[in-house]
């Protein structure tokens, strides 16, 4: 093979190959959006379904209790069930669902585990702590409230939905 | 925190609160020992991101310090790994591992050793391995916190 074909062969490829990259950037750009140009649903349900926590209303008290359930994760592209927790409580008569994860840099937070506080959610991290409802206690390093979920009954058992900030 | 670029983003800016580096200590091999040692490097994988998850905010998980897995294993090279991001501003360091080789080390002395017997944890569904990871990391719970108190004095 000549020099000058040699040259030519790789720019060749060069092109190809980049067209190649950016045809399929731009195809992936795409996809998303004609998905929601056709289906809008798809957009404004967030992704979160409601999932079931096999808890039912009469398991509620005003004592926080911890549930775990399975939710579908896409994390590069693996898609993979993961565990997921929530604080399940009444407060003022209705159903709170509080995530675990601490608001101020994300460690999980545990309810009553430190034993001047026991009315309180605790962040071992850096001794973030919450009011029950979820408040951030001014003082320490968290900035905002737990999130939320979105509860919903259905013939009495209690689904969890997305995960809303607050504050 | 993760070794992943929004988590690294995350811990340059918040640098201060993030003072622990967890580093998993992983042989490989090939051949007929492959099976087990496997078993227990996604034992430990399994049970380093779940210690994470529960202390993300104040624990970076390291990739895994991986090595072939001999009679020696490399605990100069480890130091290293210590050195440089003790430089960094890391205080804490805790190599989790299943490989025995490294009780025989210095490896308790630059930082804290926990070694773990892994199980097989292949036929787990992810709730169960949730509970059970949960239980194994609570044998590592009163370690880190001692490790974290013995600073703030
Ligand atoms: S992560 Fe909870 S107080 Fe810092």
Known sequence: MSEKNHRVSRRQFLTYTLTGVGGFMAAGMLAPMVRMALDPALEASGGAEFVSVGLSEDDLSEEPQRVDFNVEIVDGWYTSEQSRSAWVFLYEGEILALSPTCTHLGCTVNFGTNEEYPDQFFCPCHFGRFERDGTNIPGTPPTRPLDVYDVEVRDGMIYLGQINQRG | ?153
């Open chain 2, 1 to 153: 925190m993760k070794w992943k670029e929004k988590d690294a983003a995350m811990y340059l800016a918040e640098k201060e609160y993030v003072d622990t580096a967890v580093i998993p200590l992983m042989p490989v091999t090939a051949g007929k020992d492959m099976q087990d040692v496997v078993k227990s490097g996604e034992f430990i994988r399994y049970f380093t991101e779940y210690l994470e998850r529960q202390y993300a905010g104040r624990v970076y998980l390291f990739p895994a310090f991986t090595y072939i897995k001999t009679k020696q294993v490399p605990e100069e090279q480890l130091k290293h790994w210590q050195e440089l991001l003790r430089e960094e501003g890391f205080n804490h360091f805790l190599f989790i591992t299943s490989d025995a080789s490294w009780r025989r080390t210095s490896a308790d002395s630059f930082g804290e050793l926990f070694w773990i017997p892994a199980f097989s944890v292949e036929n787990m569904e992810v709730q169960e391995l949730a509970k059970t990871m949960e239980q194994q990391v609570q044998q590592l719970v009163p370690l880190m916190m001692d490790m974290w108190q013995s600073e703030e004095k």
